[in-house]
C-alpha cells in the first residue's frame, strides 16, 4: 500500500499570516506538508530519487521552479498576479478572489498615510545598494603596487 506523500508550503507574501496553500494547491493545513528549506534538505540528504518517493511530485517541481520572497519579491508578487487572475498555463478563471487586488490596495494607501517614512526607506536602500556596489568594485581592483613586507616602512 502506498503510503500519502508529503506536500512542500507554498511561499507566502511577508504581510500574510496564514499557512496558505501547498505547492500543488492542497489547503496545508489539512495535509502532511513540509517548508521549503525542509524540501531542499531532504533532497539534499536523500537524493531527488528517493525524495520522490516521499514528497509531491507537482510539489517538488514547483518548488524547484518559483522563488520565495526572499529571492526576488517581484517574482513572488508576479506569481500571485498570475495565480489569482487566473492566467497559469493559458487558462483564465475568476474564482480565487481578490485577496492580492485588496492588499495592493491596502498597501498603497498605507504608503500615502506614511509617505515620508516609505520615501525615507527607498532612499536608505538605495544608499545601501550604491555603497554595497562601491565596496565591491574597491574589493575587486588590483593595488597598483604590491604591498610592502611587513616590518618596511
Same mark, same amino acid.
Given at each position: 500500500m502506498k503510503e500519502p506523500v508529503d506536500h512542500v508550503i507554498r511561499p507566502s507574501l511577508p504581510w500574510r499570516r496564514d499557512i496558505g496553500i501547498t505547492e500543488c494547491g492542497y489547503d496545508a493545513?489539512?495535509?502532511?506538508?513540509?517548508?521549503?528549506q525542509e524540501f531542499f534538505q531532504r533532497v539534499k540528504d536523500l537524493g531527488q530519487q528517493r525524495c520522490a518517493m516521499l514528497t509531491c511530485m507537482t510539489c517538488s @517541481?514547483?518548488?524547484r521552479r518559483y522563488g520565495a520572497?526572499?529571492?526576488d519579491p517581484r517574482t513572488a508578487i508576479g506569481r500571485e498576479v498570475t495565480w489569482e487572475r487566473g492566467e497559469h498555463w493559458g487558462r483564465g478563471r475568476n474564482d480565487r478572489g481578490t485577496a492580492l487586488k485588496d492588499e495592493l490596495i491596502a498597501i498603497a494607501a498605507l504608503v500615502e498615510a506614511h509617505r515620508e517614512e516609505f520615501e525615507n526607506?527607498?532612499?536608505?536602500?538605495?544608499?545601501?545598494? @550604491?555603497?554595497?556596489?562601491?565596496?565591491a568594485e574597491k574589493a575587486g581592483r588590483k593595488p597598483t603596487q604590491p604591498p610592502k613586507p611587513p616590518g618596511l616602512l
Open positions: 493545513s489539512k495535509v502532511k506538508a513540509i517548508t521549503r @517541481d514547483t518548488t520572497w526572499e529571492d526607506i527607498l532612499q536608505a536602500n538605495t544608499q545601501r545598494r @550604491d555603497w554595497l556596489a562601491k565596496k
